[in-house]
């Protein structure tokens, strides 16, 4: 997974891309029929802008602290020894069942049940950034560099399909490493960063409780192709 330029680069691509989101959902309101307090309550701005966050990214400013629990610790780095030290190298298999989209998806319904309407369409607004932001995120920092073959191949085979309806907890999981650094720039008062915090850990808690059924169980993990297998491949695309 990369840092550096590239993770600049990356926070340049998801700023321009909270924007483009913001806009296109202040047309859609614009076009609809309003019913007065209720309209008013959704046209309010997140208070968490991601993509300010990443823009105005200060290493020196302490991190929001998302604590993972212990199994999931372990998760990552299970999938990183298999990912990138086994040999052979391992991959998760794709698509993966169920997918991010789903996994939220799962969650929150699980969550409106216990949720009064606000609180859930302000669950709603958080995961539905933090979907997007995984697909802008997965192929420049949370993907390993023998993934990356598959990751083409997947791209190719399924076009105009984003990562988070491709790949799963897996890789999401990966992107809890890097959002402390990124929430750490959001101007939130002590309320509120307690309250965003303790969304993420029952999220983290919700895959932890599920990782059963929601983690690739390693037996059916797939290998990956030989850096040989790579080269012949790319010299077979380049003598066409």
């Known amino acids: 997974m990369k840092e550096g330029p590239e993770a600049e680069k990356f926070a340049k691509q998801l700023a321009e891309q909270e924007k483009r989101r913001k806009d296109a959902k202040a047309s859609s309101k614009r ?4 019913d007065g307090a209720s309209e008013s309550m959704r046209s309010k701005k997140p208070r968490v802008d991601l993509g300010r966050c990443l823009e105005t990214y200060d290493p020196s400013v302490p991190q929001l602290k998302i604590p993972l629990p212990f199994t999931l610790k372990k998760q990552l780095v299970e999938d990183w020894e298999r990912s990138s030290q086994m040999d052979p190298m391992m991959l998760v298999p794709l698509p993966r069942v169920p997918c991010v989209a789903e996994v939220v998806a799962q969650y929150l319904e699980a969550k409106a049940k216990r949720t009064n309407q606000s609180q859930q369409e302000k669950l709603s607004e958080l995961f539905e950034g933090l979907v997007i932001y995984f697909d802008a995120a997965l192929p420049v920092t949370l993907l390993y560099a023998r993934e990356r073959p598959q990751y083409l191949e997947l791209a ?22 890097k959002l402390p650094s990124v929430l750490s720039n959001a101007p939130m008062s002590a309320v509120e960063s307690s309250q965003l915090q303790g969304n993420l850990a029952e999220f983290l808690k919700h895959l932890q409780k599920n990782s059963t059924a929601l983690f690739a169980q390693h037996e059916i993990w797939v290998e990956a192709a030989s850096s040989a297998d790579d080269d012949l491949a790319t010299g077979a695309k380049e003598g066409r």
């Open 31 to 34: 076009g609809g029929a309003a």
């Open 156 to 177: 190719k085979s399924h076009p105009g399909v984003p990562p988070s309806k491709l790949y799963g907890a897996e890789h999401l999981l990966r992107l809890f490493t």
